[in-house]
């Protein structure tokens, strides 16, 4: 079935470090990609997205690029804050018939930027 | 910003207690879904509606159950809460067209002791 797996966290840094959360992806058919990203005490908000292979999704700083050939969509920022502190989740939609799309998760990847 | 809210945003009760999570969205979505969110993060879908008067249940079983009779109010029901209910509730609506954005609540925190 279809999958996402990504990097499991915790995963902690110092502000303007370099920050990378692999994402790979297991489907049948060509899967939209997403990251979302869920603050503290909060729901989760869209962060970026790519809906074909080779396309960059980019946001607040962010980046991640859909690559077929290796089946993945890493999120990296160059230089995070201390206000990008969150859990991430990569996610894929597929097409499920009729008008209908399936999204699936993958666990998260909590992040912690230390000052 | 996102226009689906959900209340309570934290409830604790005692089990055996009937309890209902109420979400509404005011952005004509067709789609609504809960998802229940453990501690170590991961989401579980566990229902979803495509309409009006349409309910199915997701990838985890619950033992929650859902109505759909508006458009914009998807509210989940526990008739009987017990401490295994405990959890974090996210409601979503959304996720069709191009963009395939899904919209979340920020979600309720329920404590069953």
């Known amino acids: 079935g279809d999958s996402v797996t990504q990097m499991e966290g915790p995963v902690t840094l110092s502000e303007e470090a370099f920050l990378t959360i692999n994402c790979t992806y297991t489907?049948?058919?060509?899967?939209?990609l997403f990251w979302y990203v869920q603050y503290p005490g909060e729901g989760l908000q869209l962060l970026l997205k790519a809906t074909k292979a080779d396309d960059k999704g980019s946001n607040k700083g962010f980046e991640a690029t859909y690559r077929k050939e290796t089946t993945s969509f890493h999120l990296e920022k160059g230089s995070v804050q201390v206000s990008d502190s969150a859990v991430y989740f990569c996610?894929?939609?597929?097409?499920?018939?009729?008008?209908?799309?399936?999204?699936?998760f993958g666990k998260g990847t909590l992040l912690t930027v230390n000052p | 910003e996102a226009d689906i809210y959900q209340t309570p945003r934290y409830l604790v009760i005692g089990t055996g207690k009937k309890i209902t999570l109420e979400c509404s969205q005011t952005m004509g979505h067709d789609k609504m879904y809960w998802y229940q969110q453990d501690p170590g993060m991961e989401l579980h879908l566990i229902h979803y509606s495509y309409g009006v008067n349409s309910t199915e249940k997701g990838d985890l079983s619950s033992e929650s159950t859902v109505s759909r009779i508006r458009t914009e109010h998807f509210p989940l029901t526990l008739e009987s809460a017990r401490p295994s209910h405990t959890s974090q509730y996210l409601c979503?609506?959304?996720?069709?067209?191009?963009?395939?954005?899904?919209?979340f609540g920020e979600g309720s925190r329920l404590t069953v002791l």
């Open positions: 489907a049948t058919g060509y899967p939209s």
């Open positions: 979503a609506s959304g996720g069709t067209g191009a963009t395939g954005e899904l919209f």
């Open positions: 996610a894929l939609r597929l097409y499920s018939g009729g008008s209908n799309y399936k999204l699936t």
